[in-house]
């Protein structure tokens, strides 16, 4: 039986030897059931051991093996072959991000601006633990259940081309994460995260592409979170100019 | 070399490491905490935990009921003043992540919910979905981001631990980005690097489940403590592994065999699907042997059924179960069963601490996986391990914050000294190597195959000798290792090398406790001696580094309220 195989074609980046990026192609065995980091593996293992990429948990939660896939950006351990073959596949690293090696980029950007959204409970009065939880309902969970599903992927980022243009945007799944803490029924922070969402480069900056919500792996939809953070917004804002004293509804 | 200097380092960013950081920033704020990983702290492998994190918070629930199914399911090797610690301070750490944010599943009346799992007599593991973890570590991440007294050090590979005048004083530390090593001086260090799922060729584990922080200890002297005991999760994807949570069988999905029969009737007819990892995994690689599984291209198989629990049901409360199972398998849950096999999922074993997290070595400190309390014993119950990192987590972060705070100033130059040494001994053995021909992955390959063959479901004399054998002279080999990659940006494949150094030490630690190991405990099944033997083996086995591989000691296991019975089911 001869064997089957598919080209990937991979982009690198090796600073200590190229100025410039360049491709790599590489021929790997081709099966069904194989997805993408399947091959890059395979790569790595059997051919080419230099080849730097993030992975861990293979199952679409840990959020490491985002990359650009024939020009989109998807989660490699769950982007088959079969989609592609017997074309060839076009790995590179996740489009407007710097780059440190391969197929490796920065995340600094986000991980700073996560801090900056305040991704955390904010109460006026905590209430001690011997006192037992806060009630939720189901409903309450549900009105931001959604949100809170972001895997930190980064391909909303990568995708969006706000960000690509202006980097000083938030960006989709930081403002998800923001818009997450707002509507959680335990939260009293709104007011604080709004000085961060609110501003010219936070909501106001997106232009509603939806691109961030089309390739989210996780069904967060971003760009859902960040058109109702800007009806939110104006309301609060109207309602204290109406209502100068009564501050948040 | 760059030197930071912080109170306390923990390296590990999962459930354990961060519940730790934030338990020592709230001793003070005065103390400055690293938070040192392999890896940004969301990626870490709780991400990955489905089913939930027990609790006795259930209606008709109690501590000590909780305690004794803890017992029961260690097969009596638990220490039982750590379980009924542990029992204790659960109900605390879950409301704790619930004002922190932690979506936790509800009741109709807003109250956390609880859900039936593996070997808990009643409903006690709390839950957001079946994706418990995931909900969990990025909780505790972000929360952690409020913490002034919380520096990170993101992928940052730990290599050495730093003793220095018979404590340790920090950690050398590789920083990806241009492959130099740091000095990281503390006055306490917290080992919370998880488990070693990766020894193995068929795990649930993530990819960077190499055992680091075990095989740190290891070498600097602390023993790993019963580290034969591996559990087998019984529902496992064939082929990739990808975990099915026990929380399809506790919200009421049947295992079944090739004639359509729920074959757990012949294994534990009182719990059936219900029963715990152990028993279940035993009895499907029986059903295999007696040739009702289903034969697939990666191994046999028994099916995972939930369709008869409806749609909307399975949306509710197992949603990641379905798209694990459409994505991966190409199987819709709510349509067709799903098939399984048994799956190496978590090490009861680790580094033998005390009920604070205090390693034998002054200074050194381990919580979660990666460390042995033990509250396991020879078999974990499903959505206890959640539970561990936090309390575990909590405490020593807590323990290791009041320490520093008594201890004097570091002398760095002395830990410097150290550090520097194995910056030189990383650029020789690796990067500026001239010889070498062994390949990383076909060591590693190698090494994950023969742990399967001898330390798999069951073992024997034979199997066990023979791997550890095996791993010896991979061991051998290894030192031949040559590297494609010279680079010292971001330089992955040096991380592969060094993870697999970590690997193949806690390996050899399992395979040589196995072997002495002979008697059936838990996890541990010896063919060739098929019962428990409290009196030999009543035990903790602890394993010591020494030249000719690991030397095994004796402890004993602390009892207090529940006298060692027959596991009966």
Known sequence: MSEETIAMKVARYRPEHAAEPYVDEYRVPYREDMVVLDALNHIKDEIDGSLAYRWSCRMGVCGSCGMMVNGKPRLTCSTFLREFYPKPVVVEPLRHFPVIRDLVVDMTDF??????????????????????????????????????????CMLCYSACPVYGRDPEFLGPAVIALGRRYNLDSRDQGQTERREVLGVDWGIWDCTFVGECTVVCPKDVDPSAAIQREKVATTTEAMLSMMLPFKGRA | MQTFVHDIVIVGGGGAGLRAAIAA??????????????????????????????????????????????????????DQEAVEVFVAECPGEIVRL????????????????????????????????????????????QTSLKYEGIVRYDE???????????????????????????????????????????????????????????????????????????????????GTGILMTEASRGEGGYLTNREGKRFLEEYIPSKMEL????ILSRAIIQEIEKGRAFDGPYGQYVHLD??????????????????????????????????????????????????????????????????????????????????????????SGRQA?????????????????????????????????????????????????????????????????????????????????????????????????LELDNMLDVAETVVRAGLERRESRGSHTRRDHPDRDDERFLKHSLAFTAPEGPRI?????????????????
């Open chain 2, 275 to 278: 029963g715990p990892r152990d």
């Open chain 2, 306 to 395: 939930v369709s008869h629990l409806g749609e909307k049901l399975i949306d509710e409360k197992l949603p990641f179960v379905r798209e694990l199972a459409r994505n991966f398998v190409g199987i819709d849950p709510v349509h067709e069963p799903i098939p399984v096999r048994p799956v190496v999922h978590y090490m009861m074993g680790g580094i033998d601490t005390d009920l604070v997290g205090r390693t034998r070595l002054p200074g050194l400190y381990a919580a979660g996986e990666a460390a042995c309390v033990s509250m396991n014993g020879a078999n974990r119950l499903g959505s206890n391990s959640l539970s561990e990192c936090l309390v575990f987590g909590a405490r």
């Open chain 2, 98 to 141: 619930e004002h922190w944010g932690c979506p936790w599943s509800r009741g109709p009346d807003g109250r956390i919910a609880v859900r039936a799992f593996g070997g808990m007599s009643v409903n006690r593991t709390v839950f957001a979905a079946d994706k418990t973890g995931f909900h969990l570590l990025h909780t505790l991440f």
């Open chain 1, 111 to 152: 991980m700073e601006k996560l801090k900056e959204v305040k991704p955390w409970i904010i109460r006026k009065e905590e209430k001690p633990v011997e006192e037992g939880e806060y009630l939720q309902t189901p409903e309450e969970l549900d009105a931001y259940k959604q949100f809170s599903m972001c895997i930190n």
């Open chain 2, 553 to 569: 000691e004796y402890g004993d296991v602390s009892i207090t309220r529940w006298p060692p019975a027959e596991r009966k089911y």
């Open chain 2, 25 to 78: 920033a709230e001793v003070s704020n005065a103390l400055s905490v690293a938070l040192v990983s392999k890896v940004y702290p969301m990626r870490s492998h709780t991400v990955s935990a489905e089913g939930g994190s027990a609790a006795a918070m259930g209606e008709g629930d109690s501590l000590d009921l909780h305690a004794f199914d803890t017992i029961r399911g260690s097969d009596y090797l638990a």
């Open chain 2, 401 to 497: 914050a009041e320490d520093a705070l008594e201890a004097g100033q570091t002398d760095v130059r002395p830990v410097e000294k150290v550090a520097q040494a194995e910056q030189a001994r990383l650029v020789a053995t690796y990067l500026e190597k001239e010889t070498g021909r062994e390949r990383i992955s076909a060591i590693r390959r190698e090494l994950q195959a023969a742990m399967e063959r001898g330390a798999g479901v069951f073992r024997t004399e034979e199997s066990l000798k023979e791997a550890v054998e095996e791993v010896r002279g991979l061991r051998e080999r290894y030192r031949d290792v040559a590297l494609d990659d010279r680079d010292r940006a971001f330089n992955t494949e040096l991380v592969a090398a």
């Open chain 2, 156 to 238: 940052f590979f730990v290599t050495k631990l730093l003793v220095e005048d018979g404590r340790c004083a920090g950690v050398a530390a590789i920083d990806l980005r241009d492959s130099e090593v740091r000095c990281i001086t503390a006055k306490a260090v917290i080992l919370c690097t998880g488990g070693a799922g990766r020894i193995f060729s068929f795990t649930t584990n993530g990819a960077i489940k190499t055992g680091d922080g075990m095989a740190l200890a290891y070498r600097a002297g602390v023993p790993l403590k019963d580290m034969e005991f591996v559990q087998y999760h019984p529902t496992g994807l064939p």
